[in-house]
């Protein structure tokens, strides 16, 4: 799959029991900003309220009908699922569409056509390549109709003959013991580069994909990190070395996390997100302004434990107060207040009376709160530098 900005797409989601359809629609507006991200148009969304997801093409044959119509009278090039769909749900939709022009992608898919784009080093791309073959290996099977076809005589395996898929698994594996073999090379070194930085206490910036880290990281360190407003903007790992008020420390800014990121990618990425594991506090940068904030923070907080970093000391920045516009509520109304009708204050309040985390709320782009931030990185880095350097005397 390549993407370019004269594709248009739709997007496909799914109402289960259990889900409201605000959320999905909710899912879906993130779905049509990735691939935006990617460099797609989005065109229309459809839903469907089912008990559970068709096994033979996940969604209906009425709403599949629907969709084949509307792609094919205005020109849609692709129709991207909001949940993962199996090799055999792929290949069925696309028999049903029958229209060679239009592809059919699931939310995986297009996340690693995002990674794609945008590693730009050879450890990153490496890493992309790794969870595109893992994610292609258990596909294959439903992905091909040439099944049949045997391959034997000089120069091949498998006595009389393999069968095509037989073939192209042994490929897949093959290129996935490969990049494994070269990745744990690169791994290594980095450990090694992780471990001559000596013991100078870490700072990790971690979050949602597209909340302000990068932006908060050029703040704090004076460098140049790309950031834009865009999903996965950052995804190899950058480190700088910051000093507060004569107490230095590392800061590293790594790839966001999103709903439903693709367990591939994670298991691609831990070694990327070894700066995540070792770091001495977590900065979780929350973008406040977003009406899920809350469980994008879940999200995040799930993530972390699945890479083994959930038992860390965490800083919670609540970043874009100056975009936060919380919806108008109607005195007259039999319904109760709901969150999204809560002031900037009354969130504050509530989460600065909590307790359980330190938190802040800042805009980077305005530079709003930015003393008080470092203030408190600063305390929070010089207790740990003088357990580990008690004759220090920078304190004093």
């Known amino acids: 799959m390549e993407v370019t900005h004269t ?6 989601g799914v109402i289960l029991d259990k889900s409201s359809e605000r959320k999905v629609r909710e899912y879906l507006d993130e779905l049509e900003f990735l691939a935006e991200t990617a460099g797609a148009i989005g065109d229309r969304k459809f839903l469907q309220r089912l008990d559970r997801p068709d096994r033979a093409t996940y969604i209906g044959p009425g709403k599949l009908q629907e969709i084949k119509e509307y792609c094919c009278e ?10 993962e769909l199996t090799g055999m749900q792929q290949r069925n939709i696309e028999k049903a569409i029958d229209n060679k022009a239009i592809n059919v992608i699931d939310r995986t898919s297009l ?4 990674f794609a784009q945008r590693a730009k080093t050879s450890y990153a791309k490496m890493q992309v390549e790794l969870a595109h073959y893992q994610y292609l290996l258990p596909r294959l099977a439903g992905m091909w109709t040439h099944l049949e076809r045997q391959r034997g005589g000089m120069g091949t395996r498998g006595g ?17 013991s490969k990049l494994k073999d070269q990745l744990t090379k690169v791994d290594r070194q980095m450990a090694t580069q992780r471990s001559n930085r000596g013991s100078l206490v870490r700072l990790s ?3 949602y994909t597209n909340v302000g880290k990068s932006t908060l990281m050029n703040l704090l360190a004076k460098s140049d990190v790309f950031a834009e407003n865009k999903l996965f903007a950052t995804l190899d790992t950058t480190v700088r070395k910051v000093v507060i008020e004569n107490v230095p420390f590392l800061l590293s800014d790594t790839v966001g996390f999103i709903r439903k990121l693709p367990t591939q990618l994670i298991e691609a990425f831990k070694s990327t997100l070894d700066e995540v594991r070792e770091a001495d506090i977590l900065v979780h940068v929350v973008d406040i302004s977003h009406p899920d904030f809350e469980e994008q923070m879940e999200v995040v907080e799930k993530t972390l434990k699945d890479i083994g970093a959930a038992n860390k000391p965490i800083y919670v920045v609540f ?9 108008e509520y109607d005195e007259f109304s039999l319904e109760p207040k709901g969150k999204e009708h809560r002031t900037l204050d009354e969130l504050k309040n509530s989460w600065i009376a909590q307790e359980k985390t330190p938190c802040i709320f800042i805009s980077a782009k305005n530079r709003t709160g930015l003393d008080k ?5 600063y305390k929070m880095v010089a207790e740990i530098h003088a357990g580990r350097y008690p004759f220090d005397n920078f304190l004093w």
């Open 7 to 12: 594709n248009k797409a739709v997007f496909v």
């Open 74 to 83: 205005n020109d849609i090039e692709y129709v991207i699922f909001d949940d």
């Open 111 to 114: 996340i690693l056509e995002i």
């Open 160 to 176: 009389m003959g393999e069968t095509q898929i037989e073939i192209d698994r042994r490929i897949v594996k093959e290129k996935i």
């Open 205 to 207: 910036l971690v979050g």
């Open 319 to 327: 970043n874009k107060i100056d975009t936060y516009s919380p919806e």
């Open 373 to 377: 931030l470092r203030s408190d990185l």
